[in-house]
Each structure stands twice: as C-alpha cells, then as structure tokens.
C-alpha cells in the first residue's frame, strides 16, 4: 500500500517518518516551498520538526495532485483547511485516514462529515490518540485508535501503520474517535489555565474528570461510543493534552490563564492550537444539541477576553448538582 501524506506540519511528518518503516517510499504534500525543499535537500523538516532526521524514502512535493497516484492518503492539515486541501486533489475511491482533531467553523461538521461532502467515494478511517509529533518522531512508543467502518479495511490500514512502537486499536466508532480528539484540544487549553492561574494540582485533575464528563455527554448525544470516549482518542489523549507543555493547547491556556489576550498569543504563529479554533464550534453544536458543556463554555469566554477570576468563579458557583448526569 502506498501511502501519500497531506500536510507538511509536524504531525504530518512525523506520520510520514512512521509511514516509510522499512524503506517504504512516502509522498508528501507540504504548503510551504521551505518544507518541501528541506525535505528533499536535507531529510529534514526545519520549520515543523526540527532536528528529527527523516528517511531519504519521503519525497516531498508541493504539487497536491501528485499524491493521486498513492493507494491511501493520510490527511493531515489542520481541520479548518481539510476541505480545501481535498478539494484540491482526484482521491476517487482511494482511502482517506483523516489525522487532524477539530469541527469546521461554519458548517460545525466533523472532519469525517467534511470528508464526505467533498469526496463522497473515497472510504474514510480516523486516526487518533496521545501523539506528541516529536515523542513519535523519535521512537518513543505509544498507542492510538484507527477507526474505520469498513473493518476489512480498518485491519488492513491498522497493520499497515503499526510499528514496533506505534500500536493500532481498530475500532469502527469513526465519530467517536473523532469527537475525542476534536474535544480534548478545547479541555487542554482549560487545564492550560489551570496551570497558568496557578489554581493547583486538584483543580487539575477535577477539570481532566468534569471534562471528561463533558465530552462524554457531547460524544454520546452525537452518536460516539462510550468505550470509545474513554479510549486512546479520547481520555488517553485528554490525560496527555492536559498535562503538558508540549501541547499548544495547554500553551495556549497557560497564558490565558496568566491573563495575557487569546489575540496576542495566537499572532504570528506558524504551528496550530486546534481548540481555539473548535472551542466556539462546539459551544455552538453544544447548545444546538442541548448539551451542557461549561468547561468548554468558559474557554470560549476567556478565548473572548473575559476575566480569568470571575470565569473561573462562575465556573465554580453554578448551582451543586450529581454526578453521572
Ligand atoms: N503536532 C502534533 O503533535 C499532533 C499530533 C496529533 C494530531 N495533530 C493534528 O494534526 C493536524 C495538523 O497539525 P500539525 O501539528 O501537523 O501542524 P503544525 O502546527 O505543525 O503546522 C501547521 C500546519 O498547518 C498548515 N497550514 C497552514 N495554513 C494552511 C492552509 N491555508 N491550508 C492548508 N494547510 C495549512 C501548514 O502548512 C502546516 O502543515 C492538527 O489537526 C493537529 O491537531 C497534531
Ligand atoms: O499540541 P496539541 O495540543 O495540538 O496536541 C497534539 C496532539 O493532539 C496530542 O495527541
């Protein structure tokens, strides 16, 4: 199976580098001329994942339509652009393992759901899980969920990835693997307040179980799986986002929480904080669904610009209710 990549950021690299295990040739499409020639002059990714060598097997192109002639087609841009870039390329049948974790602004559609509507005949797995690019990038082992209805071909695209230090859970719950990952982003940039209010360690961990509550609820009411939720794409990967500054999510929340505007920290940034992007999606198919979401309502409202004090107190002073509900 030859497989072709969608975006030259660091997740679509350090994929690209689990992809070409055993001298397989990887393709991959990356937007910018300096990662395309980087690439290709120095098997490295200078601007997305610096000083992680890559196999000289990754060619990178900046032409998208080359990929047409690959077997499958790991998409990896940013959500916002994912309809962009699949409107760009004749995918056909070929499979698409769809990589990035968000809901698209305006249409409040899952990638898998954008997928669809611009390539109705390619069939459609998610891959998702605790992944930092450059833990992945350089060996160290972890675990994700590969979800795929068709399960023939879920099977085949898990064995296909896995690696000695990349495990593959197939799974067929597409959407539940996807809301976990959409999900966790808006939740890490809340613990990401945490830490930078300096709120402490309980706050933490209660804001990672009412968190998970929340998507939970939302997972559900969209059809997701409960064992799904609580999997590798969406608790284990709420554990890592939440809990580190190698998210840019949890960054992101940091300095929210330090009282610095969402504005001044996302200026200028290459890299991409998925949540800031998905955070007022799903207050809106939230509530659209009736789902309570608070953790991720106050997110909106610091991404806004409101006090971290008083949200965070607001948080805390709604009305005592039970747990499971
Ligand atoms: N970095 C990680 O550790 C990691 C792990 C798992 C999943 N992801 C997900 O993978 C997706 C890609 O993230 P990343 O970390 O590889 O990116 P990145 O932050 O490293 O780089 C930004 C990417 O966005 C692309 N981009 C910017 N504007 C674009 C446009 N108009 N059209 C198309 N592409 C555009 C850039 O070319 C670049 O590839 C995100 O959804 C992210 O949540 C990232
Ligand atoms: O850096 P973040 O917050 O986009 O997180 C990266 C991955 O999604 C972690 O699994």
């Not at 974790?101 to 069939?123: H, M, W």
Request: glycine share 12%.
């Amino acid at each position: 199976m030859k497989i072709g990549v969608i975006g030259g950021g660091a997740w679509g690299t350090a994929l690209a580098q689990v992809a070409a295990r055993g001298g397989r040739e990887i393709l991959l499409w990356a937007r910018e001329d300096e990662v395309v020639a980087s690439i290709n002059a120095d098997h490295v990714n200078t601007m997305f994942l610096s000083a992680i060598p890559l196999p000289e097997t990754i060619r990178a192109t900046g032409d998208i339509g080359e990929l047409a002639g690959c077997d499958a087609l790991l998409v990896v841009a940013p959500a916002q652009h994912v309809r962009s870039v699949l409107g760009a390329i004749r995918i056909g049948t070929m499979p698409l393992v769809l990589c990035a974790k968000g809901i698209e602004a305006g249409t409040r559609l899952l990638v898998g759901e954008v997928a669809r509507a611009v390539q109705p005949d390619a069939p459609i797995a998610v891959l998702s899980g605790p992944t930092f690019a450059h833990e992945v990038a350089a060996g160290q082992p972890t675990a994700v969920t590969l979800a795929c209805e068709d399960e023939a071909l879920g099977a085949r695209l898990a064995a296909r990835l896995a690696g000695p230090a990349f495990r593959t859970y197939a799974s067929s719950d597409v959407v539940g693997a996807e809301i976990g990952g959409a999900v966790k982003n808006v939740l890490a940039i809340a613990c990401g307040v945490v830490e930078g209010a300096g709120l402490g360690q309980n706050a933490h961990a209660a804001l990672i179980a009412r968190g998970f509550a929340e998507m939970t609820r939302f997972g559900l009411a969209r059809g997701a799986r409960s064992e799904t939720l609580a999997g590798l794409s969406g608790l284990g990967d709420l554990v890592l986002t939440c809990s580190s500054t190698s998210s840019r999510n949890f960054s992101l929340g940091v300095g929210l929480g330090q009282g610095r505007a969402a504005a001044e920290l996302m200026a200028d940034r290459r890299t991409v904080a998925e949540g800031a992007f998905t955070a007022p999606v799903l207050r809106e198919a939230a509530r659209e669904a009736g789902v309570a979401m608070p953790v991720s309502e106050a997110v909106c409202a610091l991404l806004e610009g409101a006090n971290v004090t008083e949200v965070v107190g607001a948080l805390l002073a709604r009305p005592l209710t039970r747990e499971g509900v």
